[in-house]
């Protein structure tokens, strides 16, 4: 006999979905609930049920860092169930779930929280849309901007998700024209050289893709860095790439974790990025 689970239960799922791995703080702003204690309850009565697995590691004598949630076989399948089986490649890989690294798991916050801290006019709204205007098959509004995770690229019509394969993806689509935004997290201590590769991989494929017959107005990627020489790198390592491209225009904007979160104590109108363009 299947568990009965609450509606605030199936929105924490669809998130964790949608995200991987998410603290419970994070899924208090989301949720917009004012008792921490009324989110604990319902993520305790879902690790009891087998639906979500708890990553937690009390420090005694220090302020103890939100337990993280990630996905169990019962709410695998139920997302499975819930939204008709789509997303089987995606589901297939979360089944590992509880062997990833602290850096995959630490990745996969900061993900949220560049979605709560850049696009907070949204959060309110964020979990309905996914679950009733996207995963339910409804089309999305024009003019608004809509993000996205690796949960849902296979059912987005934009060919580079799957090269390019950022953290993150947000469109934004004005009359005929669409601004596309990529976003990637960089773990810290991330070598010299993979820092080259990443800006390699990103030019080998739209050199490759027979991209540019498509309708967009810019290409967008972002780039959160753990700290200000990761930029420094990066941004060397961008000159000469772009002294060799010739296509539609492309934006690079970088920004430190930092950065992003002194945003959101400060509540600033801007992050602060710090952006390269290519002269088209």
Known sequence: MAKILTKKQQTILTLIFTFRFINSKQLQT???HKDHRRINAWLKDLVEKEYIDRDFTPIYGTLTKPAVYFLARKGRDYTRNEYGGWQEHYLARLREDRKRSKGFRI?????VDCFLILFADQVAQYPQIITEQFIEGETLPSKQFHFFTPALYEELDFMLLPHLKPDAYGYLKKSKRTTHA???????YIPRMMLRNYLKRIFTVLDEENWESENIQSLQFYFIC???MVIIYLKRFLSSFLDNYYGKKLVFNFATRNQL????????ASTGWITVSSSN
């Open 182 to 188: 990529l976003f990637y997290v960089l773990d810290a």
């Open 30 to 32: 989301f949720l917009q």
């Open 261 to 268: 979160y002194n945003k959101q104590k400060t509540n600033a």
């Open 107 to 111: 990745r996969c916050q900061i993900v």
């Open 226 to 228: 753990p700290n200000n």
